[in-house]
């Protein structure tokens, strides 16, 4: 349906509906005026045609308006439910040539070249059905065509065939007349082409302008029950750490040293929790706000798997837990050009929450290859553990920002998180994957790694 010049394959479904509805819906077909001007065509031939011809002609133009009627009595339900758009368009393309052929008949029928009133009326009748065919039919050139055509050019040729200069040059006005009535047909197409992408672009303003206020609104309460939370838990160190100097101040000085003893290591980490929830508000911010500066190195996978290892492996032993690094399978595979410190930082964050939702079994971390990625970045970094696994109807929101969810216990960070390293990923051009069945371990796969230029 491309007529005028390349669309987006939206707005030509756009436009495909509205002139399907146009057609099925808003063309008045003229039944009275139709009617009228063949019952006085057929008073034109009646004694220079024969009768059963005339009659032939009048029930074949009578069955085609019938036939049309039925058509589009029969799509309705189909547009109704969002269907039919092309049948309605090429069924009426088929019916405006089966309608131009039947007028174009009567000219076959009726022409007499020695009769200067048949040609005169003749001209008159093709004329006045060309021309009121542009403005309803052109909206769809192909109908516009199918119609008009087979109306116009046998009354031209059949002056041609004549063979006089008089009945050439009419035959020639003719065919001009056709080309401007074609060419007046093609403004109004571009005309009604141009409507259709005005409405299409202001309803997808509207729904654009929907979806971002409806986000916005949704976003707005997010981050008002998220602030709320973490408001909450900003003041429990805060108000540990009160207490703890409250105890301090009330102590006599004589036992003031063994309640330093106590109460000093509680106070550490009270400061701790308190900072560690400030830095994680605070890198978040920065990777929302684009500041975050990267600084690209070469770097060797194998001893940021033994840092990390290092880092973890206390913690997953006093759970009992396995946690297993594995060896980068090929030399090539073992150098990946990256910020380290947004690499470790994003596989902290997944082993975390890995050995964290693993009451018991294993976590494992190694590399492989996922084919449906840009050559030389075909490297994945996977996280593997047996543990609770996670809900699918939670699995779309997991990486979302202002939000936690109990079942993974996210209350210490409330999701920042998966959405930090989320964030950090994309940085690196990279994203992270999930697969999980709740009760079956959860696996995070970050994907997209670029490898180490050699």
């Given at each position: 349906m491309q007529w005028t010049r390349p669309q987006s394959a939206a707005r030509q479904a756009y436009e495909e509906k509205a002139f399907a509805l146009y057609f099925a819906y808003e063309i008045p077909f003229p039944y009275i005026g139709v009617t009228l001007m063949a019952l006085t065509c057929a008073w034109l031939m009646y004694g220079q045609v024969a009768t059963h011809y005339i009659v032939v002609w009048l029930v074949t133009g009578g069955a085609l308006s019938v036939l049309r009627e039925v058509f589009v009595w029969h799509m309705k339900p189909k547009l109704e439910r969002g269907e039919g758009y092309q049948a309605i368009l090429w069924g009426f393309t088929l019916s405006s040539f089966l309608t131009g052929a039947t007028w174009g008949m009567f000219t076959w029928m009726y022409f007499d070249a020695g009769r200067p009133l048949s040609l005169l009326m003749a001209g008159s009748v093709v004329a006045g059905l060309a021309g009121g065919t542009v403005t309803p039919v052109s909206i769809f050139l192909p109908a516009y065509y199918a119609a008009v055509l087979p109306t116009v050019l046998p009354f031209a040729i059949m002056l041609a065939l004549v063979g006089t200069v008089e009945h050439s040059v009419l035959a020639g006005m003719t065919l001009v007349f056709l080309a401007s009535t074609s060419g007046y047909a093609h403004?109004?197409?571009?005309?009604?082409?141009?409507?259709?992408?005005l409405r299409f672009e202001n309803q997808q303003l509207i729904a654009d302008l929907g979806e971002r206020r409806a986000a916005a609104e949704v976003a707005s309460q997010t981050k008002s029950l998220?602030?709320?939370?973490?408001?909450?838990?900003?003041?429990?160190?805060?108000?540990?750490?009160?207490?703890?100097?409250?105890v301090l101040q009330h102590t006599e000085p004589a036992a003031q040293a063994v309640?330093?003893?106590?109460?000093?290591?509680?106070?550490?980490?009270?400061?701790?929790?308190?900072?560690?929830?400030?830095?994680?508000?605070?890198?978040?911010?920065?990777?929302?706000?684009?500041?975050?500066?990267?600084?690209?190195?070469?770097?060797?996978?194998?001893?940021?798997?033994?840092g990390l290892h290092a880092l973890f492996g206390e913690q997953a032993r006093n759970k009992g837990i396995r946690l297993h690094?594995?060896?980068?399978?090929?030399?090539?595979?073992?150098?990946?050009?990256?910020?380290?410190?947004?690499?470790?930082?994003?596989?902290?964050?997944?082993?975390?929450?890995?050995i964290k939702h693993t009451p018991a079994g294993a976590v494992y971390v190694?590399?492989?290859?996922?084919?449906?990625?840009?050559?030389?970045?075909?490297?994945?970094?996977?996280?593997?553990?047996?543990?609770?696994?996670?809900?699918?109807?939670?699995?779309?929101?997991?990486?979302?920002a202002y939000r936690s969810f109990d079942d993974r216990q996210a209350s210490e960070s409330h999701g920042l998180g998966l959405a930090i390293a989320k964030a950090q990923a994309t940085y690196l051009g990279c994203d992270i994957r999930l697969r999980s069945r709740e009760g079956?371990?959860?696996t995070f796969t970050l994907c997209g790694i670029a490898l180490a230029p050699t």
């Amino acid at each position: 349906m491309q007529w005028t010049r390349p669309q987006s394959a939206a707005r030509q479904a756009y436009e495909e509906k509205a002139f399907a509805l146009y057609f099925a819906y808003e063309i008045p077909f003229p039944y009275i005026g139709v009617t009228l001007m063949a019952l006085t065509c057929a008073w034109l031939m009646y004694g220079q045609v024969a009768t059963h011809y005339i009659v032939v002609w009048l029930v074949t133009g009578g069955a085609l308006s019938v036939l049309r009627e039925v058509f589009v009595w029969h799509m309705k339900p189909k547009l109704e439910r969002g269907e039919g758009y092309q049948a309605i368009l090429w069924g009426f393309t088929l019916s405006s040539f089966l309608t131009g052929a039947t007028w174009g008949m009567f000219t076959w029928m009726y022409f007499d070249a020695g009769r200067p009133l048949s040609l005169l009326m003749a001209g008159s009748v093709v004329a006045g059905l060309a021309g009121g065919t542009v403005t309803p039919v052109s909206i769809f050139l192909p109908a516009y065509y199918a119609a008009v055509l087979p109306t116009v050019l046998p009354f031209a040729i059949m002056l041609a065939l004549v063979g006089t200069v008089e009945h050439s040059v009419l035959a020639g006005m003719t065919l001009v007349f056709l080309a401007s009535t074609s060419g007046y047909a093609h403004v109004t197409n571009r005309l009604h082409r141009e409507s259709m992408r005005l409405r299409f672009e202001n309803q997808q303003l509207i729904a654009d302008l929907g979806e971002r206020r409806a986000a916005a609104e949704v976003a707005s309460q997010t981050k008002s029950l998220f602030l709320a939370g973490v408001s909450h838990d900003l003041k429990q160190p805060i108000r540990a750490i009160g207490l703890y100097l409250g105890v301090l101040q009330h102590t006599e000085p004589a036992a003031q040293a063994v309640a330093l003893a106590s109460v000093v290591p509680k106070m550490e980490k009270a400061l701790g929790e308190l900072h560690g929830q400030v830095s994680r508000l605070l890198e978040l911010s920065r990777l929302e706000s684009g500041a975050l500066q990267l600084h690209m190195e070469h770097v060797e996978l194998q001893p940021v798997f033994a840092g990390l290892h290092a880092l973890f492996g206390e913690q997953a032993r006093n759970k009992g837990i396995r946690l297993h690094f594995a060896t980068p399978r090929a030399r090539r595979h073992a150098h990946v050009w990256a910020d380290r410190r947004l690499l470790e930082s994003i596989l902290q964050n997944l082993i975390s929450n890995a050995i964290k939702h693993t009451p018991a079994g294993a976590v494992y971390v190694g590399t492989r290859l996922r084919m449906d990625y840009p050559v030389g970045r075909q490297l994945c970094i996977e996280v593997r553990d047996s543990g609770t696994g996670i809900a699918s109807h939670l699995q779309p929101q997991l990486f979302e920002a202002y939000r936690s969810f109990d079942d993974r216990q996210a209350s210490e960070s409330h999701g920042l998180g998966l959405a930090i390293a989320k964030a950090q990923a994309t940085y690196l051009g990279c994203d992270i994957r999930l697969r999980s069945r709740e009760g079956q371990g959860s696996t995070f796969t970050l994907c997209g790694i670029a490898l180490a230029p050699t």
